[in-house]
């Protein structure tokens, strides 16, 4: 599924504007093999009515796909560690990541935060980040699963260590 595009594809002889005869086409040679674990990027198809509004920190934005990617190989344990303020007790760490692991509502628990967390990586649903986000950056967002559900969600960076706040 591709982005919706606002281009009227009709015209009047029947032929959608930039389509090519397929005989007079130039072969695209294929794509190399894809390598395990590389992110997979589609072209856009011109304007869309989503809007996407992710940080400008390159550093923010890598810790981002680094607890996405963390999330969405169910890696709980590497994600808390990696999420968590630094300045957390280890004892409120490993009360953290076992309330994620065994609590009834544990799975809900985690596919919301992975999901906000991914929202946010991608852009999807912001509707502003506050902060300088070189030391503090705040976004605002729709819950991706949840509807009517605004959520914000608080990272700083402490010694080239972005963390959640608070």
């Not at 005869?21 to 072209?43: C, L």
């Not at 030391?135 to 729709?142: I, N």
Request: aromatic share 6%; net charge negative; charged share 20%.
């Amino acid at each position: 599924m591709g982005k919706k595009s606002k281009r009227n594809r009709n015209t009047s002889s029947g032929v959608s504007p930039g389509v090519t005869n397929q005989s007079s086409a130039t072969p695209v040679a294929a794509p190399p093999p894809a390598q395990s674990q590389a992110n997979v990027y589609y072209p856009s198809d011109g304007p869309s009515d989503v809007e996407l509004l992710q940080t400008t920190s390159q550093s923010l934005q890598a810790k981002l796909n680094q607890l996405t990617e963390l999330g969405l190989a169910n890696d709980r344990a590497g994600f808390v560690r990696n999420f968590v303020p630094l300045d957390l007790s280890p004892g409120d760490t490993s009360a953290y990541l076992e309330d994620l692991m065994t609590n009834p509502e544990a799975e809900g628990q985690w596919r919301n935060l992975i999901a906000e967390i991914a929202a946010i990586r991608s852009g999807l649903g912001v509707d502003r980040i506050e902060g300088d986000q070189l030391t503090r950056a705040t976004f605002f967002f729709s819950h991706p699963l949840l509807e009517k559900c605004d959520r914000e969600v608080c990272f700083v960076c402490v010694n080239g260590e972005w963390r959640a706040d608070g």
